[in-house]
């Protein structure tokens, strides 16, 4: 059974960092992209970054640009969302993605993990 397992979330004041971690299981994924997303309360989820198998390829929401950073450890079969300057409209729940493709979709999901991000 494959398993997404995100962890990290919590709350932080503007400004602030957070390390987001997920950690696969059931199979692996090192030829896979991996990405996160998050859904805010009373909004759709919407695509946040995404890193390509080999790691050499990453693509970012416009407006987490220069603020966030993904990151994979095909090894540890994990992908990681470095997130600085964190800013109260980050607020959501973020989700890990396997098997990414362009237009947004993924085969697998994690089941989130919360960040709060206090003004």
């Known amino acids: 059974q494959v398993q997404l397992v995100e962890s990290g979330g919590g709350l932080v004041q503007a400004g602030g960092s957070l390390r987001l971690s997920c950690a696969a299981s059931?199979?692996?994924?090192?030829?896979?992209?991996m990405g996160w997303f998050r859904q805010a309360p009373g909004k759709e989820r919407e695509f946040v970054a995404r890193?390509?198998?080999?790691?050499?390829?990453?693509y970012y929401l416009n407006d987490v640009k220069g603020r966030f950073t993904i990151s994979r450890d095909n090894a540890k079969n994990t992908v990681y969302l470095q997130m600085n300057s964190l800013k109260p409209e980050d607020t959501a729940v973020y989700y890990c993605a396997a098997k990414v493709t362009g237009d947004g979709s993924a085969d697998y999901w994690g089941q989130g993990t919360q960040v709060t991000v206090s003004s």
């Open positions: 890193i390509s198998w080999i790691g050499l390829t990453t």
């Open positions: 059931g199979r692996t994924f090192s030829s896979d992209s």
